[in-house]
DNA sequence: AATCTTCTTTAGAATAATTATAAACAACGA
DNA sequence: TCGTTGTTTATAATTATTCTAAAGAAGATT
């Protein structure tokens, strides 16, 4: 159980005000066992079904986009109609089941290590993420 | 010199019969020395200005998209607020500059194989593309 | 606790990429 | 040439995301 101390650490780290409605985005995204993948209107419905309260979509987009700035979030490269994020942040890669739209994670020990060969003068790498698509 | 037979070729094996609005869309697609990075706008824009004749956006989306599901064309997974595509459908990988908004060609052997040790029930391996993100 | 300032929430409007529609038009085969 | 079928186009519809501005809540200062 992830206590609520966490998440106001989190948002205040992220320089948001701990509000009602950023906690109760906080438990959906945080209070997990498991790496959590989603769009924020996954996100949007599971706020109510999870915590019988309503968050704004507006309130959704900016908590999750200070999230993601802050590092606590994760934006997984792929593409769909919406923006998957994911709540594992650390380095690691993913598949996408494309008939389901369903991502799964990759350890980075099932992927190896990957060596870019290659450098771009005055650019430097920033991250590295496979995207291994299935199919039936 | 790419050929206007071959368009017509790459066209009628796309299931689309060969009118001029497509051949202009064929003219900058694949009348290139080097592979071409593209979003739909780019291209919309490129063709008036290398023809100097109007297609309308939506002839441009209906093509470029029975193109890609055929595989003359490669979509690729970036974030952004528009779809890139790729002439070159060949296996390779991307750096993205970010704050450039570039994509740039990876060889494959710039990347080395990737080999993926872990395999989902009832699935199976449809494309393993990288993502290398820059930054200043 | 009262007050003030600053930040936040919210509904709804605005924006932007993409997809759908349906009428005028062009390709193709007979 | 004619008839059928596929195509183009402008425009409307849809959808994810961002913006806006007014009402409300948090935090600091007394």
Redesign the pocket.
């Given at each position: 159980m992830t206590s609520k101390q966490e998440f106001?650490e989190k948002?205040?780290n992220s320089?948001?005000?701990?509000?009602?409605?950023?906690i109760n985005?906080c438990e959906v995204l945080f209070n997990r066992d498991k790496t959590f993948h989603f769009?924020?209107?996954d996100l949007f419905n599971l706020i109510k079904d999870k915590t019988g309260?309503?968050?704004?979509?507006?309130?959704?987009?900016?908590?999750?986009?200070?999230f993601h700035k802050k590092g606590y979030l994760k934006e997984i490269p792929i593409?769909?109609?919406?923006?998957?994020f994911d709540t594992n942040v650390t380095d690691h890669h993913h598949f996408f089941d494309v008939k389901e739209e369903r991502l799964i994670d990759l350890k980075n020990e099932d992927v190896g290590p990957i060596e870019i060969q290659k450098s771009i003068p005055g650019k430097k790498i920033k991250s590295v993420e496979v995207l291994v698509k299935l199919e039936d």
């Open positions: 106001i948002l205040r320089s948001l005000r701990p509000t009602k409605q950023r985005i769009t924020i209107n309260e309503k968050v704004s979509l507006a309130t959704v987009y900016n908590t999750v986009h200070a593409n769909s109609n919406q923006t998957y």
